[in-house]
């Protein structure tokens, strides 16, 4: 089992849907968890860092992370079309080298 | 602001060629990574570089060396390229090693 599980989908959603985007770990050890958005045939691009447990906000966007239950979400409000990509969680332990990311996310917001 | 920058963006290759894939950061990071991306397969890392000097391998080592060439370059080596290496290969840097990497826009190799 992978330790950081994510459906890959695909997942198709008007443009101004809510779209809620989840992950699941199994490694107590995580601390530190992001999201990416990648676009078709380019590198991945950070779109949210945190830290543990709570929420943060960044415009459109909010992560979510409840270690209690191991759970890593992403909202995007007011959908839009330029949304459309493929969005990956990382998660990574203190002193750690290296990221661990789920397989992605593709996410079509239809106008 | 380049940030990672990647050369080549595509390439052919006939099995049995050798080929080096080059990545530079203009971020000042110390730690830098390679992955390769297949369907399915999501970020698989390669190879990383924790610091100047130091190399370890990831989670699919096999048939690719490296080298951290000095701070700002790692380079990823296939010495005898294998059809089952065709893939989009992905170099990444960071400052730190929890914190957010920066990702190039990839490599396209294909091998024939």
């Known amino acids: 089992q992978k330790e950081v599980e994510q459906d890959p989908g695909p997942l198709s959603v008007p443009e101004g849907a809510i779209v809620s985007l989840n992950c699941t770990y199994s490694n107590s050890a995580f601390q530190y968890f992001m999201w990416y958005r990648q676009y078709s045939r380019k590198g991945p691009e950070l779109l949210m860092y945190t830290y543990s447990s709570g929420n943060k906000e960044d415009g459109r966007f909010t992560a979510q992370v409840d270690k209690s239950s191991k759970y890593i979400s992403l909202f995007i409000r007011d959908s839009q079309p330029s949304d459309s990509a493929t969005y990956l969680c990382?998660?990574?332990?203190?002193?750690?080298?290296?990221?661990?990311f789920g397989k992605g996310t593709k996410l079509s917001v239809i106008p | 602001n380049a940030g990672v920058t990647q050369t080549p963006k595509f390439q052919v290759l006939k099995t049995g060629q050798s080929m080096t894939l080059q990545c530079a950061q203009d971020m000042n990071h110390n730690s830098m990574y390679w992955y390769r991306q297949d369907p399915g397969m999501g970020l698989r890392l390669i190879y990383y570089s924790a610091s100047e000097g130091t190399t370890d391998k990831g989670e699919v080592p096999n048939g690719y060396n490296v080298s951290r060439l000095n701070k700002r370059e790692f380079s990823l080596r296939l010495e005898s390229a294998a059809p089952s290496q065709t893939s989009v290969y992905f170099c990444?840097?960071?400052?730190?090693?929890?914190?957010?990497?920066?990702f190039g826009d990839g490599t396209r190799l294909s091998i024939l």
């Open positions: 990444a840097s960071t400052n730190q090693g929890n914190q957010p990497q920066h």
């Open positions: 990382a998660a990574s332990g203190a002193g750690s080298y290296q990221l661990t």
